[in-house]
């Protein structure tokens, strides 16, 4: 009959050496994995967002200060987009209905969507219909190459205007 | 097992660590801080401050709709300086793009305009290069072979130093300027327009074909020639034709450097595809069967010839006369293969004595259609117009000063060796350009085969269908029995037998018929194929290891010219020094031949009634 060796971990105690270093391994482990967690979670978040898409750009020249004389509301079709001059202050307001998107044009008292009828003032504050929201304001801001810049991914409050 | 557990973890932090920094610090990122910093710095009013104040760094791009295929461009990404005028002195990345006449930019009250908005055009339709790479290996391709390589310095810094000088990036952008600007004098691309004049006055268009300029098949196609190749392979392969090919057949021009440049530049704007053009318009020009690429009718077309390579030479005439063709000659580089008396392209047979050794018909003959008495002559087809080649042939035609024959040791020197080679053996130096090869005079088993009567008519009436001319006009017959004498005794080593007389008939004894032919047909698959090739074009799976190669049996000019009783001597008895073998030892009979004889004038048939060559 063989004998076997008995268990030696069953009957060992531990000394305090061998504790400390198992608190320190489970310490690093769990450091290592909960850090890689994290990191992980966070890149997650940030990429769910692409850096960049191939749509239309959020920021773009739309020509010279000259191009817009004092009083002038012209909006820009393609960029959906109001420029409004009077005299050396200059905005940027946003075209799209807060209704259901609809394109609004400038009208004598401000701004009136075709389709459904809301009714905004100069500024873009609703007046009538059924847009729930005011018409947001872009960022505006002279590019060194001296064109006017609209940054529709920045909103401004109504009343921010660039001085030129 | 707790340490290892413990390693793995840290191991993938990390992993996630470096890859989380890659991902999130990015080399254009500290760009744009630097340029922030730096604008705020610089600015001068708050409107100025204000606008650099709220912008962080991020991928700027635009996406140019306007011509062509969309094209990505995140340049200014890195370069986000580009079109601000206070970073002109900056350094790069960050340094404002230059303004300049030439590129129609203007200056309005002490301020330029541009008139190429980076907006409308983004920078690599210019500049080449990947547009969507945020890296500078990936936008701006360090790879040598890189496909669309930019043009400026990351390419010229590894150029062969000895053509580093000479092109300068202001002078070969007009190779990209010309991608959208097709007119043919635009203005600021002058090189390119150069390039393209001369593309045709020096006949380039003649071996090369370019969509919607040119249809030339015996050069490589360089219709996308500057999508493939950079500038100093360009310029390498025009100054030096065998640099890259060892078996180049392309002549050596002698070129200014100034018309290598504008060459060079020409062929770098070819790139196949326009950009101001967009995909439709393309579409739209291949249904109708032209390019829009270049408003240049293609030169082989007849009638199209006229305008485009009269007007790219300059020579408009109606009046055919030989001071015109000596000028042509020389200005449509006739003479960067063909040797006349001082100058010598060293690939195409000397034209001093043309006007003795071929007539009027011969000449036209020849420019309209290279191959319509040398079959396999490597001539472009060149497509002048008529008067052209009136000209040319009054003036070759005028060439009648025959050279001088002191000795049968100079004339060979100074008129066969060029073919023959200095030694006899075949390898003169325009002998490669030549289809088929001239006789190596040094084989004794060939030269000592023939009889002086047939080797003194190959020298006197030359040889149909073959490079060889007639020198019978040039030398008397003592001259050429002389000069045969000369060639037995220099070149051929063995002493001279007397021939064999042989059993040949002297006409094919069986008739021409539709089953003769038949039966020829059958014994040329079987037997002649494997030199001659299935198409009796010589070019059989063994001919490549043959000198010298088998006979194109479609050469009707050679075959209406040879007789049947040499036809018959040469299959049943073979050529000696050469692969052909004898073959009555394999069992063909009399009859056989006659078949043979049959079939091969056959293939010639067509031919036959529209020449004149001698008949048997």
């Given at each position: 009959?063989?004998?076997?060796?008995?268990?030696?971990?069953?009957?060992?105690?531990?000394?305090?050496?061998?504790?400390?270093?198992?608190?320190?391994?489970?310490?690093?482990?769990?450091?290592?994995?909960?850090?890689?967690?994290?990191?992980?979670?966070?890149?997650?978040?940030?990429?769910?967002?692409?850096?960049?898409?191939?749509?239309?750009?959020?920021?773009?020249?739309?020509?010279?200060?000259?191009?817009?004389?004092?009083?002038?509301?012209?909006?820009?079709?393609?960029?959906?987009?109001?420029?409004?001059?009077?005299?050396?202050?200059?905005?940027?307001?946003?075209?799209?209905?807060?209704?259901?998107?609809?394109?609004?044009?400038?009208?004598?008292?401000?701004?009136?969507?075709?389709?459904?009828?809301?009714?905004?003032?100069?500024?873009?504050?609703?007046?009538?219909?059924?847009?729930?929201?005011?018409?947001?304001?872009?960022?505006?801001?002279?590019?060194?190459?001296?064109?006017?810049?609209?940054?529709?991914?920045?909103?401004?409050?109504?009343?921010?205007?660039?001085?030129? | 097992?707790?340490?290892?557990?413990?390693?793995?973890?840290?191991?993938?932090?990390?992993?996630?660590?470096?890859?989380?920094?890659?991902?999130?610090?990015?080399?254009?990122?500290?760009?744009?801080?630097?340029?922030?910093?730096?604008?705020?710095?610089?600015?001068?009013?708050?409107?100025?401050?204000?606008?650099?104040?709220?912008?962080?760094?991020?991928?700027?791009?635009?996406?140019?709709?306007?011509?062509?295929?969309?094209?990505?461009?995140?340049?200014?990404?890195?370069?986000?300086?580009?079109?601000?005028?206070?970073?002109?002195?900056?350094?790069?990345?960050?340094?404002?793009?230059?303004?300049?006449?030439?590129?129609?930019?203007?200056?309005?009250?002490?301020?330029?305009?541009?008139?190429?908005?980076?907006?409308?055009?983004?920078?690599?339709?210019?500049?080449?290069?990947?547009?969507?790479?945020?890296?500078?290996?990936?936008?701006?391709?360090?790879?040598?072979?890189?496909?669309?390589?930019?043009?400026?310095?990351?390419?010229?810094?590894?150029?062969?130093?000895?053509?580093?000088?000479?092109?300068?990036?202001?002078?070969?952008?007009?190779?990209?300027?010309?991608?959208?600007?097709?007119?043919?004098?635009?203005?600021?691309?002058?090189?390119?327009?150069?390039?393209?004049?001369?593309?045709?006055?020096?006949?380039?268009?003649?071996?090369?074909?370019?969509?919607?300029?040119?249809?030339?098949?015996?050069?490589?196609?360089?219709?996308?020639?500057?999508?493939?190749?950079?500038?100093?392979?360009?310029?390498?392969?025009?100054?030096?034709?065998?640099?890259?090919?060892?078996?180049?057949?392309?002549?050596?021009?002698?070129?200014?450097?100034?018309?290598?440049?504008?060459?060079?530049?020409?062929?770098?704007?070819?790139?196949?595809?326009?950009?101001?053009?967009?995909?439709?318009?393309?579409?739209?020009?291949?249904?109708?069967?032209?390019?829009?690429?270049?408003?240049?009718?293609?030169?082989?077309?007849p009638g199209a010839a006229a305008t485009s390579v009269a007007t790219a030479s300059s020579v408009v005439a109606t009046v055919p006369t030989a001071a015109l063709g000596e000028k042509l000659i020389n200005d449509k580089s006739c003479l960067a293969c063909h040797k006349l008396g001082n100058q010598d392209g060293g690939v195409a047979p000397d034209l001093s004595f043309a006007g003795l050794v071929r007539d009027e018909q011969w000449f036209m003959e020849h420019f309209r259609d290279p191959r319509a008495r040398v079959a396999d002559?490597?001539?472009?087809?060149?497509?002048?117009?008529?008067?052209?080649?009136?000209?040319?042939?009054?003036?070759?035609?005028?060439?009648?000063?025959?050279?001088?024959?002191?000795?049968?040791?100079?004339?060979?020197?100074?008129?066969?060796?060029?073919?023959?080679?200095?030694?006899?053996?075949?390898?003169?130096?325009?002998?490669?350009?030549?289809?088929?090869?001239?006789?190596?005079?040094?084989?004794?088993?060939?030269?000592?085969?023939?009889?002086?009567?047939?080797?003194?008519?190959?020298?006197?009436?030359?040889?149909?269908?073959?490079?060889?001319?007639?020198?019978?006009?040039?030398?008397?017959?003592?001259?050429?029995?002389?000069?045969?004498?000369?060639?037995?005794?220099?070149?051929?080593?063995?002493?001279?037998?007397?021939?064999?007389?042989?059993?040949?008939?002297?006409?094919?004894?069986?008739?021409?018929?539709?089953?003769?032919?038949?039966?020829?047909?059958?014994?040329?698959?079987?037997?002649?194929?494997?030199?001659?090739?299935?198409?009796?074009?010589?070019?059989?799976?063994?001919?490549?290891?043959?000198?010298?190669?088998?006979?194109?049996?479609?050469?009707?000019?050679?075959?209406?010219?040879?007789?049947?009783?040499?036809?018959?001597?040469?299959?049943?008895?073979?050529?000696?020094?050469?692969?052909?073998?004898?073959?009555?030892?394999?069992?063909?009979?009399?009859?056989?031949?006659?078949?043979?004889?049959?079939?091969?004038?056959?293939?010639?048939?067509?031919?036959?009634?529209?020449?004149?060559?001698?008949?048997?």
């Amino acid at each position: 009959m063989a004998v076997g060796k008995p268990a030696k971990h069953a009957v060992e105690e531990l000394t305090e050496g061998q504790q400390n270093r198992r608190r320190m391994l489970a310490w690093l482990s769990s450091v290592g994995l909960f850090g890689s967690a994290i990191i992980s979670a966070i890149s997650n978040l940030v990429f769910i967002k692409p850096r960049a898409t191939y749509g239309a750009p959020n920021r773009f020249g739309i020509g010279k200060p000259d191009d817009f004389p004092s009083g002038t509301r012209i909006a820009l079709g393609e960029h959906r987009v109001c420029i409004v001059r009077e005299g050396d202050k200059l905005c940027a307001i946003s075209t799209t209905c807060t209704h259901l998107g609809c394109i609004i044009a400038p009208s004598e008292t401000g701004f009136a969507c075709p389709c459904h009828g809301s009714r905004f003032d100069q500024d873009g504050n609703v007046t009538g219909g059924p847009a729930p929201k005011p018409l947001p304001w872009y960022a505006l801001s002279l590019a060194p190459n001296g064109e006017l810049e609209v940054d529709k991914g920045t909103e401004v409050g109504a009343g921010t205007y660039l001085k030129v | 097992m707790r340490l290892a557990l413990a390693i793995a973890a840290f191991v993938i932090l990390i992993i996630h660590g470096l890859v989380f920094y890659d991902q999130f610090f990015h080399k254009w990122e500290s760009y744009q801080t630097a340029y922030f910093d730096q604008a705020r710095a610089l600015a001068k009013t708050d409107t100025e401050r204000a606008a650099v104040s709220g912008r962080k760094p991020r991928i700027e791009q635009t996406i140019v709709t306007t011509f062509g295929e969309n094209r990505v461009d995140r340049c200014l990404t890195c370069h986000i300086g580009s079109d601000d005028p206070r970073f002109k002195e900056h350094a790069q990345p960050l340094r404002s793009h230059p303004f300049s006449e030439a590129l129609g930019d203007r200056l309005l009250n002490g301020k330029w305009e541009r008139r190429h908005k980076f907006s409308d055009f983004g920078c690599t339709v210019c500049h080449d290069g990947q547009g969507r790479g945020l890296e500078t290996f990936y936008a701006h391709g360090e790879d040598h072979y890189w496909n669309d390589p930019l043009l400026g310095y990351v390419t010229q810094h590894d150029w062969r130093a000895e053509f580093k000088d000479k092109l300068k990036s202001t002078e070969f952008m007009q190779a990209n300027c010309a991608q959208c600007h097709t007119e043919e004098n635009f203005k600021s691309t002058p090189l390119v327009a150069q390039g393209r004049q001369l593309f045709f006055r020096k006949n380039c268009y003649g071996c090369h074909r370019i969509e919607g300029l040119s249809s030339g098949t015996l050069g490589p196609d360089l219709s996308e020639v500057g999508k493939k190749f950079k500038l100093d392979y360009l310029w390498e392969s025009i100054v030096d034709p065998r640099a890259n090919s060892k078996t180049s057949v392309m002549p050596q021009f002698k070129l200014s450097e100034a018309e290598i440049r504008a060459l060079v530049t020409f062929l770098k704007s070819r790139r196949g595809i326009n950009y101001s053009e967009t995909s439709l318009d393309r579409y739209r020009a291949t249904l109708a069967g032209k390019s829009t690429v270049g408003k240049v009718a293609q030169p082989g077309q007849p009638g199209a010839a006229a305008t485009s390579v009269a007007t790219a030479s300059s020579v408009v005439a109606t009046v055919p006369t030989a001071a015109l063709g000596e000028k042509l000659i020389n200005d449509k580089s006739c003479l960067a293969c063909h040797k006349l008396g001082n100058q010598d392209g060293g690939v195409a047979p000397d034209l001093s004595f043309a006007g003795l050794v071929r007539d009027e018909q011969w000449f036209m003959e020849h420019f309209r259609d290279p191959r319509a008495r040398v079959a396999d002559s490597i001539m472009p087809s060149f497509g002048f117009p008529e008067t052209d080649f009136l000209s040319i042939t009054a003036y070759l035609k005028s060439l009648t000063t025959p050279p001088p024959f002191t000795s049968p040791a100079e004339f060979f020197k100074g008129t066969c060796a060029r073919c023959h080679g200095e030694k006899g053996d075949g390898k003169g130096a325009i002998a490669v350009y030549l289809e088929p090869y001239p006789r190596d005079l040094t084989k004794a088993g060939f030269m000592n085969s023939k009889s002086d009567e047939r080797l003194i008519t190959s020298i006197k009436e030359g040889v149909a269908g073959t490079s060889m001319a007639p020198w019978g006009h040039v030398l008397n017959d003592e001259q050429v029995r002389s000069l045969l004498a000369y060639i037995r005794q220099t070149y051929v080593k063995d002493k001279q037998r007397p021939l064999k007389e042989r059993d040949v008939p002297n006409t094919n004894p069986i008739a021409m018929s539709a089953e003769s032919v038949t039966r020829g047909d059958q014994i040329f698959q079987q037997r002649c194929t494997g030199c001659h090739g299935k198409k009796a074009d010589g070019k059989g799976p063994n001919s490549l290891d043959i000198l010298p190669r088998p006979r194109n049996l479609h050469n009707a000019d050679f075959l209406n010219a040879t007789t049947d009783r040499r036809l018959f001597e040469s299959i049943l008895y073979g050529v000696q020094g050469t692969a052909m073998p004898p073959w009555v030892d394999y069992g063909l009979t009399k009859n056989d031949v006659g078949n043979l004889v049959n079939y091969l004038r056959s293939l010639n048939q067509n031919a036959q009634t529209t020449k004149t060559g001698n008949k048997h």
